[in-house]
């Protein structure tokens, strides 16, 4: 007769599935499979942020810094209301009548804050494409006066992003359509509207003028050497540490880092004096980044 009970048992833990996991930037959608899912009764994901400091046991032993989603009857959930930017630790519990089991922990992460190029805010002679994405110099003017206006205080030809950032960590990469000469960077919201950026204490740039590299704030400039060929400059914004760095997005290589004080809202900016910028925005920060301090 005792042979013949069927004992119910705690199920198997189920196993998250990274390569079907996905993120936006303020949700990510967790995806698992379970070896013995007709013995689960629902499933319970649990999540929290992991830092770069953070120990992934000790962690998995605090019960107050995780949030919990309970009742959970299909083999995915969507998490919403996530920072940008951001490395999440989550595990699936799988819950029967009899007990439950955990997953492996599994990290996973938010995209970057996505934005595109505001043609309300581009100079008249810079050409905005329909997707918003690209800025173009607009080249049909006579030498002479393209020659002039590199040099005016008052024609930085920029164009800015369409968000402001007072949080969080934000990066994004422009593809340097053949131009050379630009600037990318930030400014406060309340910067002069086209005047050359990185020359006030507003804005804060990496720019190229012909064969010389710069990184310019205030009228101070500090040079620096990146590979002639960089065509990704990746830009990784963390505001609140206060950081702004530049890397050749290909390479992998750092090229500098302002130390910066934040007092206001930020917005990326573009500036172009021939050819043309396109933005990739929306990214996750790349692995690369990941807890690496670089200081000057």
Known sequence: MLESLDYLTAPNPPQIREELCTASYDTITVHWTSDDEFAVVSYELQYTIFTNQSNVVSLCNSADSWMIVPNIKQNHYTVH???CGTKYIFIVKAINQA???NSEPVKLKTNSQPFKLDPRTAHRKLRISHDNLTVERDETSSK???SQDRFSSHSSYGVTGNVYIDTGRHYWEALIGGSTWFAVGIANKSAPK???VGKNSSSWV?????NSWVVRHNCKEMPIEPSPHLR???VLLDYDSGCLSFYDAVASQHLYTFDIAFAQPV???FNVWNRCLTVLSGLPIPDYLEGIDYNN
Not at 206 to 210: E, Q
């Open 206 to 210: 990496l720019s190229r003028c012909n």
């Open 144 to 146: 002479k006066s393209h």
């Open 194 to 196: 086209h005047e050359w």
């Open 99 to 101: 007990g439950s089991r």
């Open 232 to 234: 990704r400059l990746g």
């Open 267 to 269: 917005c990326p900016v």
């Open 81 to 83: 209301g996530l920072q």
